[in-house]
């Protein structure tokens, strides 16, 4: 399998379409998930262009995990998460629908399911916010 640069998170990367950024670095962005899955969920993304874990090198794939680490604690903190889950999926069979790898970090509540995936397209407005949240307790 081989990385489609005109997947989603690519332009992302390149400015083409817009995102709601929370974090960047120089190996990594990450920003909301506009389809979240619990209030607050956030992807990370390598700006290397790697389809998955199949292709990802070490380096960058420890990249991903260290800015994943670091938004799963900001998380915990800017949305008073009971806990957190970490989801990263790798090809069709594996779950993944964009090809550009990325992590996802959940916020999660005592006793809430996560929602489907993709099932509910949230406003601009709950998503300006939870990102100005994440912002604060990242720089906190
Ligand atoms: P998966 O490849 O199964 O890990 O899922 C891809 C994720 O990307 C889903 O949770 C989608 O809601 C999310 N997603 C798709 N398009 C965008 C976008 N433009 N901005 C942010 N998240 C997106």
Redesign the pocket.
Known sequence: MTYDTNN?FAK?LRGE?P?YKVYEDDHTLA?????P?SPG?A?VIPKAPARNILDISADDFAHVARTAHKIAGAAKRAFNADGITV?Q?NEQAG????FHL?M?VMPRSAGVALLP??SNKESPKVLEDNATRLIAALSG
């Not at 779950?95 to 964009?98: D, L, N, P, R």
């Open positions: 989603i992302i379409i995102c920003f909301l998930d506009i389809m899955r969920h992807l989801q999926f779950g993944q629908a964009v990325h996802h995936p993709m």
